[in-house]
């Protein structure tokens, strides 16, 4: 069936350096991901999302990239701080999908270290 | 801000008990999810509702019952517990947006272990 998978289970990083976190995809009839952060005890939490009308999308200290030709979506993490330790997951739906229905990879985990 | 709270963060129970877990969400929001999380296994979707009395199976809907009977609360039922349902359940609520982009909202969660 159609899913939503990642590259890396664990992702280790220096405080200060960027983060890379990838994600593919395989529904081609998908057009808006998200991606979300799950801290320790806590329900995911939104953080950044793309149409696939567009192929990049910037917020405060994070990227998401878009590749619609390999079906492929990372979020850049900027200056990564401890805070941004978790477990973060890419997402995806279609437009009229019945109730918003996301399809969630299996996460990646960010380790930063100080 | 958009609160979706869960009824319980922890609870143990017994194989063959009768098991509701309730979510509230306050934004009007006409869909709610239920997902539950296993390690390795990410975010798997167990039932949906877009509407008042409206349930749809998600990917995982064996051994497992919903109820809508107001569009702010979302119940899980697991009619008889089995220890393969130990795990994390979250909750979640999205509108319905023109685009059709809008974001899920979670709940923290509830954990629940069977005995």
């Known amino acids: 069936g159609e899913s939503v998978g990642l590259h890396l289970p664990t992702l280790s990083v220096q405080e200060g350096d960027n983060s890379i976190i990838n994600c593919a995809y395989s529904?081609?009839?998908?057009?808006?991901f998200i991606w979300y952060k799950q801290e320790s005890g806590k329900g995911p939490q939104f953080i950044i999302d793309?149409?696939?009308?567009?192929d990049k999308r910037q917020g405060q200290r994070v990227t998401v990239l878009l590749n619609k030709t390999v079906k492929h979506l990372s979020l850049q993490i900027a200056a990564t701080q401890p805070g941004d330790s978790a477990v973060y997951f890419c997402?995806?739906?279609?437009?009229?999908?019945?109730?918003?229905?996301?399809?969630f990879g299996g996460g990646t985990r960010v380790l930063v270290k100080p | 801000d958009v609160k979706v709270t869960q009824s319980s963060r922890y609870l143990v129970k017994r194989t063959g008990e009768k098991v509701f877990l309730e979510c509230v969400q306050d934004?009007?929001?006409?869909?709610m999810f239920w997902y539950r999380q296993d390690p390795g296994l990410g975010l798997r979707l167990i039932y949906f509702?877009?509407?008042?009395?409206?349930?749809e199976k998600g990917d995982i809907p064996e051994g497992y019952s919903v109820s809508r009977e107001k569009k702010e609360r979302f119940s899980l039922i697991l009619e008889s517990a089995s220890t393969n349902q130990t795990s994390m359940y979250l909750c979640?609520?999205?509108?319905?947006?023109?685009?059709?982009?809008?974001?899920?909202?979670f709940g923290p969660g509830t954990r629940l272990t069977v005995l």
């Open positions: 979640a609520s999205s509108s319905t947006g023109l685009a059709g982009d809008d974001e899920q909202f």
């Open positions: 529904n081609s009839a998908s057009d808006y």
């Open positions: 793309i149409r696939s009308n567009m």
């Open positions: 997402a995806e739906t279609y437009f009229k999908a019945a109730g918003n229905k996301l399809t």
């Open positions: 934004m009007d929001h006409e869909n």
């Open positions: 509702s877009y509407d008042v009395k409206m349930k």
